[in-house]
T-cell receptor, first 111, second 116 residues
Framework: GQQVMQIPQYQHVQEGEDFTTYCNSS?????IQWYKQRPGGHPVFLIQ?????EVKKQKRLTFQFGEAKKNSSLHITATQTTDVGTYFC???????????FGAGTRLFVKA | NAGVTQTPKFRVLKTGQSMTLLCAQD?????MYWYRQDPGMGLRLIHY???????AKGEVPDGYNVSRLKKQNFLLGLESAAPSQTSVYFC???FGTGGSGGEKLFFGSGTQLSVL
């Protein structure tokens, strides 16, 4: 079945450093979504990418969808303490109904 | 506008007991999902529904049953709880397919379940 792998599992950064998390699917995706979960909270939708090679930006966050629609990345420039949390990618296979999540990358930011 | 509401928020069960988790959404969403979250394993899909009266299995359906008798409600049942079902359970809903953010998932606040 469809699998979504995400690395790294954890990342510790100093405030102001950049951060990147990577997502890889075993099958071609129709779209990929990214979510953020603060400690003790629930996942909150950040963005959805649909097109091959798509790049979207939200302030300091840059999201990319690979040309083959099987991989994606989230890059945060100049991290802040408010960026702390777990970032999940979630993919939906072509012709499917299920949204499958990666294991997440937990970001720790030291002030 | 409450969004997605889950009840209860916390529950402790003994092995073999049964219980039902309730998820309610007031956004007229077609799709509803139940996920479980365990440390280091992200969110794993248990069951989902693409409309009233329909349900389907996700990645980890064993030991769980679901029902979607009304569009706004999605129930998750544990018939005979086991310690391996200790987890945080999240319900989510979405409009469904169609792009333009229509597949965006809205999550409830979660249920912390412990099975002793």
């Amino acid at each position: 079945g469809q699998q979504v792998m995400q690395i790294p599992q954890y990342q510790h950064v100093q405030e102001g450093e950049d951060f990147t998390t990577y997502c890889n699917s075993s099958t071609t995706l129709s779209n990929i979504q990214w979510y953020k979960q603060r400690p003790g909270g629930h996942p909150v939708f950040l963005i959805q990418l649909v097109k091959s090679g798509e790049v979207k930006k939200q302030k300091r966050l840059t999201f990319q969808f690979g040309e083959a629609k099987k991989n994606s990345s989230l890059h945060i420039t100049a991290t802040q303490t408010t960026d702390v949390g777990t970032y999940f990618c979630a993919g939906k296979g072509t012709g499917g109904f299920k949204t499958i999540f990666g294991a997440g990358t937990r970001l720790f930011v030291k002030a | 506008n409450a969004g997605v509401t889950q009840t209860p928020k916390f529950r402790v069960l003994k092995t073999g007991q049964s219980m039902t988790l309730l998820c309610a959404q007031d956004m007229n969403h077609e799709y509803m999902y139940w996920y479980r979250q365990d440390p280091g394993m992200g969110l794993r899909l248990i069951h989902y529904s693409v409309g009233e009266g329909t349900t389907a299995k996700g990645e980890v359906p064993d030991g769980y049953n679901v029902s979607r008798l009304k569009k706004q409600n999605f129930l998750l049942g544990l018939e005979s709880a086991a310690p391996s079902q200790t987890s945080v359970y999240f319900c989510a809903s979405s409009f469904g397919t169609g792009g333009s953010g229509g597949e965006k998932l809205f999550f409830g606040s979660g249920t912390q379940l412990s099975v002793l």
